[in-house]
C-alpha cells in the first residue's frame, strides 16, 4: 500500500499542538481553502454531537470539492485509536489515527504523530492509502504523493503559522 510521509518542527510546545489538532476546529481550521471543506457533523463514540476532543470512536461526516470541480466527495472519517486517550496532556510523543469509512478512497489511514523535542513539537502525518479502481488505482497509487504533498505542505505551514503567532 502506498504511503505519504510529512515531518515539519512546530515551534511550541507538544501540549499546545497535540491540544489544538485534536479538535474538529484544528480539522477546519487546517485544511486548505481549495479543498472547500464542509463539516456535515461530529459525534462522539457514545453518540453525543460535537464533541470537544476528537478522541477515540468519534467520527466525523464532511465533504470536500478541491478547486471547486466537480461533484462534491462525501468522506466519513472515524477516529480510531489516540494515546493518549482522553484529554490527558501527552508526555514526549502522543498521536491519533483515523480511518476513511467512507469516501473516494479504498483505503485511507491518516495517522498524526507528535513528538516533544524541547519546547519545539515534530510533526508527522503519515497517510497509508489505496486509489480506486483496483489495478488501475493501485497502478498510479504511487504518483497519488504528489497531489498530497500541496494540501500536507499547507496544513503544516497553517500549523507553523499558528504557533508562531503566539
Known sequence: MPTYRRTTR??????????????????????????RLRVGGVEGPDGSP?????????????SIRPFGAGPRQRWTSRIVE????????????ARFVDEMEGGPFRRWEHTHA?????????????????????????????????GF????????RRTVERFSES
Open 10 to 35: 512546530v515551534p511550541a510546545p507538544i501540549e499546545d499542538v497535540w491540544a489544538f489538532h485534536s479538535t474538529v476546529d484544528g480539522l477546519r481550521e487546517l485544511t486548505p481553502d481549495w479543498m
Open 50 to 62: 460535537d464533541p470537544e476532543v476528537l478522541v477515540a470512536g468519534s467520527e466525523i461526516a464532511m
Open 82 to 93: 489516540r494515546e493518549p486517550d482522553g484529554t490527558a496532556s501527552p508526555e514526549r510523543s
Open 114 to 146: 507528535f513528538y516533544a523535542d524541547g519546547d519545539e513539537t515534530l510533526l508527522v502525518d503519515t497517510v497509508a492509502y489505496r486509489l480506486p479502481l483496483g489495478p488501475l488505482g493501485d497502478a498510479v497509487g504511487p504518483m497519488a504523493k504528489v
Open 149 to 156: 504533498e500541496g494540501m500536507f505542505r499547507d496544513r503544516h
